[in-house]
């Protein structure tokens, strides 16, 4: 069995592990107000965090205010991913 390696990146003499922010918007026809679990994003992050990345998941049905969260994750995100 081979075991995930931890990546890292160096930053002024600090390891930071990379991280990565995943966004789920309200699709259409879906309203604010009905939360659920974002299942994919879920599933899709399970898999990154095997291999070491630190993971953010945004959905847009379970924050008050997700374009803030989703702007502080990205402060020091490698990647930023949107479901359709």
């Keep these: 069995m081979q075991v995930a ?3 890292t990146i160096r930053a002024d003499k600090a390891t ?3 991280r990565i922010v995943l966004f789920e918007p309200v699709y259409w026809g879906a309203h604010r107000k ?3 679990a974002p299942l994919g994003l ?3 992050s399970s898999l990154l965090d095997k ?3 630190s ?5 847009q049905t ?8 989703v702007l502080e994750g990205c402060k020091n995100a490698i990647c ?3 479901t359709a």
């Design 5 to 7: 390696q931890e990546r």
């Design 16 to 18: 930071v592990t990379p």
């Design 34 to 36: 009905v939360q659920r």
């Design 42 to 44: 879920l599933a899709i």
């Design 51 to 53: 291999e070491g990345y």
């Design 55 to 59: 993971i953010s998941i945004v959905s």
């Design 62 to 69: 379970l924050y008050d205010d997700p374009d803030k969260k």
């Design 80 to 82: 930023f991913g949107i």
